[in-house]
């Protein structure tokens, strides 16, 4: 009876949509004397400043959560910050934007290193860069990026002022990269992927894996650290989270767009996001679609004019909808698990007796525990680095355990025999 029981509980549980574990709230756009602006991107810095940018009226900045906006950057500026993809930023001193993915122009990479005070272009005609095709920030304001044209790999270590190729890969095509836990993976001539754990992209190791196809043409990687592949006939294939084994996988994404599949972004252990260019609609805009790997199959973003882009932060999905800026956080109950990659150390161990949280960066947190129905079972406020929270009287079944750590939330689901 109890084995039954179990199924049951997570059969219920696994069906439940993601965005109704959501709660809405628009924000409000930066308007000009005639309309709203057409918003194509966001982006949360880790100092809490909100970034947009625009389609034709340059780049704003919020440091109220919408509530009021400044411009940084506008069309009568020498230099044009527009259509913009992309926000990097760590200090919100050096920002990097990016606009590559529709600009087909060279100059559509751009960097301030004044807190957006002035602009200036990547490209400078010297180099061997002449245009973008993908860019990464690290966390110590490394910047790497593919060149279009060439296919190679090349890494700034001073803020965009010098580029050096990095020449591990100088005799092969660079065809993409994804960063997941703390390493860059690129794949290499669309049949090999490697990956670094260094910002200064110095040592490689080869990922040991049999790939289902040897013409790949994008990557990505989950949170638990399985490949997802593109191929060249726009095919999708995923390791299972089982036995690893590749399997094809359908997205959600209309087969006529599957060409312009531009980002497959995993934001929990169950659920992707994947942005594309909807080439076939008035706009010829980008849209996102949800996927579940659980159940292999989409669901609907349930916005007005769907989604267009996306930035997770913490445990908050910021949304772009062309002229709407949607933020969706997590509801306390929810089995929803955000950004538990950039977790501040923490690590928890959950037996049928006790729930061990303990970490080594923070000094005070608080916890709860909730059941499926939302009913809070435990909670308690610790000085400290660890505690040891006894689950043992708990009915069997599923639990969610919610975090607080310097105003940062993490949830966690479990099940309790």
Same mark, same amino acid.
């Given at each position: 009876?109890?084995k039954?029981? /179990?199924?049951?509980?997570l059969?219920?549980?696994?069906?439940?949509?993601?965005? !109704?574990q959501f %709660?809405?709230?628009?924000?409000n756009?930066p308007?000009?004397?005639?309309?709203?602006l057409?918003?194509?991107?966001?982006?949360k !810095?880790?100092?809490?400043v909100?970034? *947009?940018?625009?389609?034709?009226?340059?780049?704003f900045?919020?440091?109220?959560?919408g509530?009021?906006? @400044?411009q940084?950057?506008?069309?009568? &500026?020498?230099v044009?910050?527009?259509?913009?993809?992309?926000f990097?930023?760590?200090?919100?001193?050096?920002?990097?934007?990016?606009?590559?993915?529709v600009? @087909?122009?060279p100059? $559509?990479?751009?960097?301030s290193?004044?807190?957006c005070?002035?602009?200036?272009y /990547?490209i400078?005609?010297?180099? %061997?860069?002449?245009?973008?095709?993908?860019v990464?920030?690290?966390s110590d304001?490394n910047?790497?990026?593919?060149?279009?044209y060439?296919?190679k790999l090349?890494?700034?270590?001073?803020?965009c002022?010098t580029?050096?190729?990095?020449?591990y890969?100088?005799?092969?095509?660079?065809?993409?990269?994804?960063y997941q836990?703390?390493? /860059?993976y690129?794949l290499i001539?669309?049949?090999?992927?490697y990956?670094?754990?260094s910002?200064?992209? *110095?040592?490689w190791q080869?990922?040991?894996?049999s790939?289902?196809?040897?013409?790949?043409?994008?990557?990505?990687?989950?949170?638990? @650290?399985r /490949?997802?592949?593109?191929s060249?006939?726009?095919?999708?294939?995923?390791? &299972?989270?089982?036995n690893?084994?590749?399997?094809q996988?359908?997205?959600?994404?209309?087969?006529?767009?599957? @060409?312009y599949?531009?980002?497959?972004?995993?934001?929990?252990k169950?659920?992707w996001?994947i942005?594309?260019? %909807?080439k076939?609609?008035d706009?010829?805009?980008?849209?996102t679609s949800c996927?579940n790997?659980?159940l292999?199959? !989409?669901?609907?973003?349930p916005?007005h004019?769907?989604a267009?882009?996306?930035?997770?932060?913490?445990?908050?999905?910021?949304?772009?909808?062309i002229?709407?800026l949607?933020?969706?956080?997590a509801?306390s109950e929810?089995?929803?698990?955000l950004?538990?990659?950039?977790?501040?150390?923490l %690590?928890?161990e959950? !037996?049928?007796?006790?729930?061990?949280i303990?970490?080594?960066?923070f000094?005070?947190?608080?916890?709860?525990?909730?059941?499926?129905?939302?009913?809070?079972m435990?909670?308690? $406020?610790? $000085?400290?680095n660890?505690c040891?929270?006894?689950i043992? $009287?708990?009915?069997?079944g599923?639990?969610?355990?919610?975090?607080l *750590?310097?105003?940062?939330?993490?949830i966690?689901?479990?099940?309790h025999?």
């Amino acid at each position: 009876m109890k084995k039954y029981f /179990l199924i049951i509980i997570l059969v219920i549980l696994i069906q439940v949509n993601l965005f !109704s574990q959501f %709660n809405f709230t628009t924000l409000n756009n930066p308007r000009t004397a005639e309309n709203h602006l057409i918003i194509t991107s966001v982006y949360k !810095s880790t100092g809490g400043v909100l970034y *947009i940018g625009t389609m034709l009226e340059g780049v704003f900045r919020s440091f109220d959560e919408g509530a009021s906006w @400044e411009q940084i950057s506008s069309p009568e &500026d020498e230099v044009n910050v527009e259509n913009v993809s992309k926000f990097f930023t760590n200090d919100d001193k050096f920002v990097v934007v990016f606009s590559g993915e529709v600009d @087909e122009r060279p100059r $559509s990479f751009y960097y301030s290193l004044d807190s957006c005070k002035s602009w200036s272009y /990547l490209i400078d005609y010297l180099t %061997n860069i002449q245009k973008v095709q993908k860019v990464f920030m690290f966390s110590d304001n490394n910047v790497v990026l593919i060149e279009k044209y060439s296919h190679k790999l090349y890494l700034s270590k001073d803020s965009c002022k010098t580029w050096n190729e990095v020449t591990y890969f100088s005799d092969k095509n660079v065809s993409d990269f994804y960063y997941q836990n703390k390493k /860059l993976y690129v794949l290499i001539n669309g049949k090999e992927v490697y990956y670094s754990s260094s910002s200064d992209l *110095i040592h490689w190791q080869k990922l040991e894996i049999s790939l289902p196809t040897d013409s790949i043409l994008k990557l990505a990687v989950t949170i638990d @650290e399985r /490949l997802i592949i593109q191929s060249s006939e726009f095919q999708i294939f995923s390791q &299972d989270r089982g036995n690893k084994e590749w399997k094809q996988i359908y997205i959600g994404v209309p087969q006529d767009n599957m @060409e312009y599949v531009y980002e497959i972004a995993p934001i929990t252990k169950d659920y992707w996001l994947i942005r594309y260019n %909807n080439k076939y609609d008035d706009w010829n805009t980008f849209e996102t679609s949800c996927y579940n790997e659980t159940l292999n199959q !989409s669901e609907e973003i349930p916005i007005h004019f769907g989604a267009n882009n996306f930035h997770l932060w913490n445990n908050t999905l910021y949304i772009v909808s062309i002229f709407e800026l949607m933020k969706a956080e997590a509801v306390s109950e929810s089995s929803v698990e955000l950004d538990l990659k950039d977790n501040d150390g923490l %690590n928890i161990e959950i !037996s049928n007796d006790v729930c061990r949280i303990a970490g080594d960066q923070f000094n005070h947190f608080s916890y709860t525990i909730y059941n499926t129905l939302g009913t809070e079972m435990l909670s308690g $406020s610790i $000085s400290g680095n660890d505690c040891d929270i006894p689950i043992y $009287s708990f009915p069997q079944g599923m639990y969610f355990l919610k975090i607080l *750590i310097n105003d940062k939330m993490y949830i966690k689901k479990f099940l309790h025999f």
